[in-house]
């Protein structure tokens, strides 16, 4: 068969190889994960930002992620090697070139009793196809025609074109809510869904009860929850509470205020909290990098030579070495990492750290430098300030520019407004992460064809369009992995992204809980939905 299962698991499997010897798998439903049952003790975590938005297919920050997906489930999930495994969805998969499928459970209900069908998952992908709601997932829907609930369990998407990645994305990727909630509000992409009108209605091992901006949400168990062994979430309570930085997260944990860090451990810190009594540190594979992304629209960066003179003036080595501890590695500046060990080409190699082949190549874009070897052109870099890691960085980055006479603004802003800056193309130079990179066709589509919803460099590049396309509608895995590498190339010479490293994550909490299951990436974690239904307090 052409377009099986198998096919369209292909890049998820490539994930494999370098994900080995990581944490624990999640259990299937039924399976023991440990747990000693339901306790009336409330587990808190601390998070550095307050949700931007509660409604969970326009929610696009960690915070906005941790707390919502306790509410609303995904199709599928990912294991601990990298593929998708079931969640809501129990099979999914290919009837045609242009037809895909989800069957779902049948034992699942909202927190109002009313039951999860087929129905809620076919109208969710309509809704947000219908109004555009603004995010990676409505990013994922670009070949989605429409989708229809042929029974109770079962779930058939029309296509507007074979797309072999489409079904595991946006099963990974996008929530489930409840139609009868949300269809009378009007617009999915306008309602927000905010519990001002009667609370949340979700299907998660938590619902919200409270919150206070700037100072916590909390979430109460839901006493069915048939995701986890015996039905029923460990903690009573989960209580997200808002702290201004992760060191100032790590105090709290070590006073015993807090009980899990959401956020992943700046480097330098990982060893010294592995050693400190109380406290256990738990590590979960990276799937995603960290990147410089410069923006096409502004006339300088639009000159390919000085993107490149960028790309030269930034000493990753010394960045890996000196802000994340030894604890990254090197993509090769590429962005089909290692992880993706079926997809990585050896033969494109990092940007050189080379002051004088930056300056060569201003001089190639048309730049003089003055009497002080500094070029007339500046550029403004932002970055999140609640982001430890990138802030240190993003100083050396500066440093290191200034070597080749390259003036480099830094603006460093609390995370809402990064973000609305990064919405707007508010930027020069944009740096932060991509926390996971699971499909390369996918995030090639996001990341580079016009529209893409991170898009952030606003490239448009016709050779590049068209093999991203054509990665999109070949299911020969050979074939696909020969076209994603050329425009792989495209994109490493031409510096549409600056990939800087692979970051392995580590994750703190207290040793007084147990039965946490981790999954790849700081989106999932320690904190994502089975998991934290799994922790149950020490006896």
């Not at 986890?228 to 070590?254: F, K, M, S």
Request: glycine share 8%.
């Amino acid at each position: 068969m052409k377009h099986s299962k198998f096919l369209a698991l292909g890049a998820a499997a490539a994930l494999a190889v370098g994900l080995a010897g990581c944490a624990p798998s999640a259990p299937e439903p039924g399976e023991s994960s440990g747990s000693t049952g339901p306790s009336d003790e409330t587990i808190s975590i601390g998070t550095t930002t307050d949700v931007v938005n509660f409604n969970p297919v326009l929610g696009n920050s960690r915070t906005d992620s941790w707390i919502t997906n306790l509410m609303y489930p995904h199709l599928l999930s990912i294991s601990d090697d990298g593929t998708k495994e079931a969640h809501v969805a129990t099979d999914w998969g290919y009837v045609d070139d242009t037809t895909g499928f989800y069957e779902i459970r049948d034992d699942l209900t909202w927190s109002d009793g009313e039951p999860l069908t087929a129905e809620d998952v076919a109208w969710t992908l309509n809704a947000v196809k219908r109004d555009q709601a603004p995010g990676t997932f409505y990013g994922q829907l670009g070949n989605l025609d429409t989708a229809t609930a042929v029974s109770d369990t079962r779930v058939e998407l029309t296509l507007t074109q074979p797309d072999s990645s489409i079904i595991e994305e946006i099963g990974f990727w996008g929530v489930v809510v409840p139609k009868h909630v949300f269809d009378p509000q009007g617009s999915i992409a306008e309602f927000a869904n905010d519990g001002s009108d009667g609370g949340w209605v979700g299907m998660g091992p938590f619902i919200m009860s409270d919150f206070q901006v700037g100072q916590h949400y909390t979430l109460e168990r839901v006493e069915d929850y048939p995701l986890v062994d015996g039905g029923v979430p460990g903690p009573a309570e989960v209580v997200y509470r808002v702290y201004p930085d992760v060191n100032t997260e790590i105090l709290a944990l070590q006073s015993g205020e807090i009980d899990v860090i959401a956020n992943a451990l700046p480097p330098a810190q990982v060893e010294q909290l592995s050693n400190t009594d109380g406290l256990q540190v738990i590590e979960a594979p990276g799937l995603g990098y960290a990147h410089l992304v410069y923006n096409m629209d502004k006339p300088d960066l639009a000159k390919t030579e000085v993107r490149q003179a960028l790309a030269h003036a930034v000493d990753y080595e010394a960045i890996r070495t000196v802000v994340l501890q030894g604890q990254a590695v090197s993509t090769g500046s590429s962005a089909l990492m290692p992880v993706l060990a079926k997809y990585y080409d050896e033969s494109v190699t990092e940007y050189e750290f080379d002051p004088e082949k930056s300056r060569e190549l201003m001089e190639k874009a048309g730049y003089t430098a003055d009497a002080g070897g500094n070029f007339p052109v500046s550029f403004r870099l932002i970055y999140s300030l609640q982001d430890s890691v990138t802030s240190q960085w993003a100083q050396m980055v500066k440093d290191s520019a200034a070597e080749a006479g390259i003036t480099i603004e830094l603006q460093g802003t609390e995370r809402n407004t990064y973000l609305s800056q990064t919405s707007e193309g508010d930027y020069d130079i944009y740096a932060g992460n991509f926390a996971i990179m699971d499909d390369p066709v996918t995030n090639f589509a996001l990341s580079y064809l016009p529209g893409g919803a991170i898009n952030y460099t606003h490239v448009d590049d016709s050779d590049l369009n068209a093999l991203i396309e054509e990665g999109m509608v070949t299911f020969d895995e050979d074939d696909k992995i020969s076209i994603m590498r050329e425009a792989n190339k495209i994109v490493h010479e031409q510096v549409y992204d600056n990939i800087m490293y692979t970051q392995n994550l580590f994750f703190a909490a207290s040793d007084e809980w147990a039965g946490f299951i981790s999954k790849p990436s700081e989106l999932l974690s320690i904190v994502n939905p089975l998991s934290l239904a799994s922790a149950h307090p020490v006896e």
